[in-house]
């Protein structure tokens, strides 16, 4: 018997974040400082350690050029 686990809101929001990030041609540190926050935010965000605020992931699919519906799964 196989036991299938969703992922969490968070860890979706994580994988979701690291991987536009890292398809992107901007740098970690070229993104939080465009956006406002500190470079060691930013890798708390992709580490899975904190969830950026609303404001936050706003900011980053703007400047990203993504939808807010891909990182947080919302079809």
């Known amino acids: ?7 969490s ?20 540190v070229e993104i939080a400082k465009a956006i406002g926050i500190t470079p060691s935010s930013l890798s708390q965000y992709l580490a899975g350690r904190a969830q950026p605020s609303l404001a936050n992931l706003s900011r980053l699919c703007n400047f990203l050029d993504i939808s807010a519906d891909d990182i947080l799964e919302v079809h």
């Not at 809101?9 to 970690?28: P, R, Y």
């Open 1 to 7: 018997m196989y036991l299938i686990m969703e992922k």
């Open 9 to 28: 809101l968070d860890e979706k929001i994580t994988e979701n974040l690291k991987f536009e990030i890292e398809h992107s041609a901007k740098t970690k």
